[in-house]
């Protein structure tokens, strides 16, 4: 997920990001079937919550918006993100929140660290974790279909061809989190930049992608430049 792909105007080649992309989900969705760390860095923000709720979504969904003429900006975006779509994703206020930038060092699992090539955050409460992430190097649209073919490879995943378009090319896919919950989440091309999101909470795979789908157009409206419902300056 860190590294930079061939042809790219980045730091790394493509071998060593789709090699990072493959160790990081691994990590990501060991720590999500144990319910233990995170692929984040930075300090958590705490908040007194009750249990993993579901009240009815009031974020925009994913269908309703034109992802495929957005165009993204490669940079921090977290403290943008809607906090009512935040709270509508995971059934409440985060309990814990965390964020990191383009170079650092991200602790991915209990000892392991790499450096970060990307902008991301992460939003926890109970069970129920969202992701946004960008890549920081520009990504051709050549190399965002290797990218979309790597994904699409990942064990214990589904691809939702018939899921709305985040951005082009784009794909969509649920996974199993273990425990009951999925991982439901949706990557593509924003101009020269590659978004990426999810959702991973208990439920049936269809709804928690329904869900993820009002999730990651917030993390589009947040991401755009400049970010839709933003005045210009």
Same mark, same amino acid.
């Given at each position: 997920m860190f590294s930079t792909p061939p042809g790219l105007r980045g730091p790394a080649p493509l071998a060593a990001l789709l090699?990072?992309?493959?160790?990081?989900?691994?990590v990501v969705t060991a720590l999500a079937t144990r319910g233990?760390?995170?692929?984040?860095?930075?300090?958590?923000?705490?908040?007194?919550?009750?249990?993993?709720?579901?009240?009815?979504?009031?974020s925009t969904p994913?269908?309703?918006?034109d992802t495929t003429v957005l165009t993204v900006q490669r940079a921090a975006f977290c403290d943008l993100v809607d906090p009512a779509a935040v709270e509508s994703a995971l059934g409440g206020? $985060? !309990? %814990?929140? &965390?964020?990191?930038?383009?170079?650092?060092?991200?602790?991915?699992?209990?000892?392991?660290k790499d450096i970060s090539h990307e902008f991301?955050?992460?939003?926890?409460?109970?069970?129920?974790?969202?992701?946004?992430?960008?890549?920081?190097?520009?990504?051709? $649209? !050549? %190399?965002? &279909?290797?990218l979309r073919t790597e994904a699409r490879r990942a064990d214990d995943c589904v691809v939702r061809r018939?899921?709305?378009?985040?951005?082009?090319?784009?794909?969509?896919?649920?996974?199993?989190?273990g425990k009951g919950s999925t991982e439901a989440s949706f990557r593509g091309l924003f101009g020269d930049a590659w978004l990426a999101c999810s959702l991973t909470r208990t439920g049936a795979p269809a709804a928690?992608?329904?869900?993820?789908?009002?999730?990651?157009?917030?993390?589009?409206?947040?991401a755009a430049t400049p970010p839709l419902g933003q005045p210009l300056d």
């Open positions: 090699a990072s992309i493959i160790v990081l989900a691994v233990g760390g995170d692929a984040t860095s930075g300090a958590p923000r705490e908040a007194t919550t009750s249990p993993e709720a579901s009240p009815e979504p009031t994913l269908a309703d918006l206020e $985060p !309990a %814990d929140v &965390r964020s990191y930038g383009n170079g650092e060092s991200v602790l991915i699992a209990s000892g392991i991301g955050c992460r939003w926890k409460r109970g069970r129920a974790v969202l992701r946004g992430w960008v890549f920081a190097p520009p990504v051709t $649209p !050549a %190399d965002a &279909r290797l018939a899921a709305p378009a985040f951005g082009a090319p784009t794909l969509a896919r649920t996974c199993s989190a928690v992608l329904d869900r993820a789908g009002e999730w990651c157009a917030a993390v589009a409206r947040a």
